[in-house]
């Protein structure tokens, strides 16, 4: 896997995907007090909630579990000092899906944050990770 990162001014930078894919990111301000992306440790975070979501849906389909919908908000901290690690991250997934079994999505989220999800292995070494689920029934489709 590889990634680039081009500084553009300030403090934004440009990071590339060795798939191509790009994102700007930085912690420069602008006038309206807007930044031009999320900051990397904001990227940190969201490519946990990523990878774990992601294990959740391809657990829950390979299961023929009928999911239509899973959000992950995480809430996290960070240590005062540098480097400023992650301490304490906590997940709260939303699954949707029509007579989804509860069992099976509580045991594919802890087989994703447990087993599966490189970043939350990573995470795991400096921060408590927590988790919790509701599951929300649909109409049959």
């Known amino acids: 896997m590889k990634a680039r990162i ?5 403090r934004t930078f440009v990071g590339e995907s ?5 994102v700007v990111l930085g912690t420069a ?6 930044t031009p992306g999320p900051s990397p440790m904001e990227l940190v975070l969201i490519g946990t909630g990523g990878c774990s979501a992601y294990d959740v849906v391809h657990i829950l389909e390979k299961g023929r579990e ?4 899973c959000v992950v908000e995480l809430d996290a901290d960070r240590a005062e000092t540098d480097p400023k690690v992650f301490t ?6 939303i699954v949707k899906g029509h007579a989804l079994s509860h069992d099976k999505v ?3 989220i802890d087989l994703s944050i447990e087993k599966y999800c ?3 292995a990573m995470m ?4 408590t990770l927590t988790h919790d689920f509701e599951v929300v029934e649909t109409v049959a489709k």
């Open 106 to 108: 509580e045991r594919a």
């Open 124 to 127: 795991a070494k400096t921060a």
């Open 88 to 93: 304490r991250i906590h997940m709260h997934f």
């Open 6 to 10: 081009k500084w553009v001014e300030e």
């Open 18 to 22: 060795g798939s191509g894919h790009k």
């Open 66 to 69: 009928a999911i239509e919908d």
């Open 29 to 34: 301000r602008r006038p309206d007090g807007h």
């Open 118 to 120: 490189s970043a939350s």
